[in-house]
């Protein structure tokens, strides 16, 4: 049940169609999650700047019930800023923000993750 969300002034026209999804596949293996339960949200042509400089940007959340922490989270800012320099951000320019969130804090099919034992 992750989700990454991106945020970027990167315009829609220059994200290909694929990827999202293939961000959502290196999100799934970096933090050892099944495919089908992670959600990857990209939001593009954002009215963003990123400290003095014009130019490509990004900020993202990555929130996940465990598999984040102190050593963890290298290796998961590496997957994705990797990734996502593919459509022009360079890592230097994207932060990401890490929420390792209780598993009754999150919902779904009516119920909350700890129901399904998440």
Same mark, same amino acid.
């Given at each position: 049940?992750p989700?990454?969300?991106?945020?970027?002034?990167i =315009?829609?026209s220059n994200? =290909?169609?694929s990827? $999202?999804?293939?961000?959502?596949?290196?999100?799934?293996k /970096?933090? !050892?999650k =099944?495919?089908?339960?992670?959600? /990857?949200?990209?939001?593009p042509? +954002?009215?963003?700047?990123?400290?003095t400089?014009?130019? $490509?940007? !990004? +900020?993202a /959340?990555?929130m996940?019930i !465990?598999?984040?922490g102190?050593?963890?989270n290298? %290796?998961?800012? %590496?997957a994705?800023?990797? %990734?996502?320099?593919?459509?022009?951000? =360079?890592?230097?320019?994207l932060?990401? /923000?890490?929420?390792?969130?209780?598993?009754?804090?999150?919902?779904?099919?009516?119920k909350t993750?700890k129901?399904?034992g998440?």
């Amino acid at each position: 049940m992750p989700h990454f969300r991106l945020e970027t002034n990167i =315009p829609r026209s220059n994200i =290909p169609d694929s990827f $999202p999804k293939e961000l959502n596949q290196v999100v799934a293996k /970096t933090l !050892g999650k =099944p495919e089908e339960v992670t959600v /990857t949200t990209v939001v593009p042509d +954002q009215l963003m700047v990123h400290g003095t400089e014009e130019g $490509p940007c !990004g +900020q993202a /959340t990555l929130m996940s019930i !465990g598999k984040l922490g102190e050593e963890e989270n290298l %290796k998961h800012s %590496k997957a994705i800023s990797d %990734k996502i320099e593919e459509i022009g951000i =360079p890592a230097d320019r994207l932060y990401i /923000t890490f929420n390792d969130t209780k598993n009754y804090n999150v919902g779904v099919g009516g119920k909350t993750a700890k129901c399904f034992g998440n």
